[in-house]
């Protein structure tokens, strides 16, 4: 069964740094592309950001984190990081890794990240 661990949601101050952490088990961890989404109170859920499978070579970022947050990944941990920099207040949000195979998407539990002074 496919599923995901997630962990390093906390609080933090403006201007702070966060890493995030998505654990996967159940499935052929490298073929996948990963993301990373988060939903912000009353917002929609939104990608932050996309990381393509195997080596990782191709990433992709919302325009609101570019150059604050960096996506990677561990094939061999079977995990997938974001690191938050330069956090801002209007980071705060749960935070989700996802995936798809064969169609079908694949969430996180979430983990709360507040930026607050």
């Known amino acids: 069964q496919l599923q995901f661990v997630e962990s390093g949601g906390a609080l933090v101050q403006p201007g702070g740094s966060l890493r995030l952490s998505c654990t996967g088990s159940g499935f052929p961890f490298f073929r996948n592309v990963m993301s990373w989404y988060r939903q912000r109170p009353g917002k929609e859920r939104e990608r932050v950001a996309r990381?393509?499978?195997?080596?990782?070579?191709?990433?992709e970022y919302a325009d609101s984190v570019k150059g604050r947050f960096t996506i990677s990944r561990d094939n061999d941990k079977n995990t997938v990081y974001l690191q938050m920099d330069s956090v801002k207040p209007e980071d705060t949000a749960v935070y989700y890794c996802h995936t798809t195979r064969s169609g079908v998407e694949y969430w996180g539990q979430g983990t709360q990240v507040t930026v607050s002074s």
């Open positions: 990381i393509t499978n195997a080596g990782g070579a191709y990433r």
